[in-house]
């Protein structure tokens, strides 16, 4: 169940970086009031997921699908880079969130 928490705050993660941009620094009421719910809940759920999952670990693995899945969607959704290099450097990213998934003990 941690696992699942943890993704869930990871994407969480995504949508609150999406939401903070979406806000134009905090002048558009609606995605302002949604970055702070995401970014709130996120941490929240990546709190009870460090209950059982090693803080470096869960630390880790939050910030990289944050990370790497804001880097992505931006790609997706806002015409950002798809040069060769960044998206290496997104897998890079995803490749080391999965590992930590596998040689974790819980």
Known sequence: ???????IAGVLEIAFAFFMKASEGFSRPVPAVLTVLTGVTSVVLLSSALRTVPVGTGYAVWTG?????????????L???AALPRVGCIAMIL?????LKLVSTT
């Open 79 to 81: 015409g950002d880079s």
């Open 1 to 7: 169940m941690a696992w699942i928490l943890l993704g």
């Open 65 to 77: 699908i944050g990370a790497a899945g804001t880097a992505i969607m931006g790609i997706a959704i």
């Open 95 to 99: 490749a080391g969130v999965i590992g």
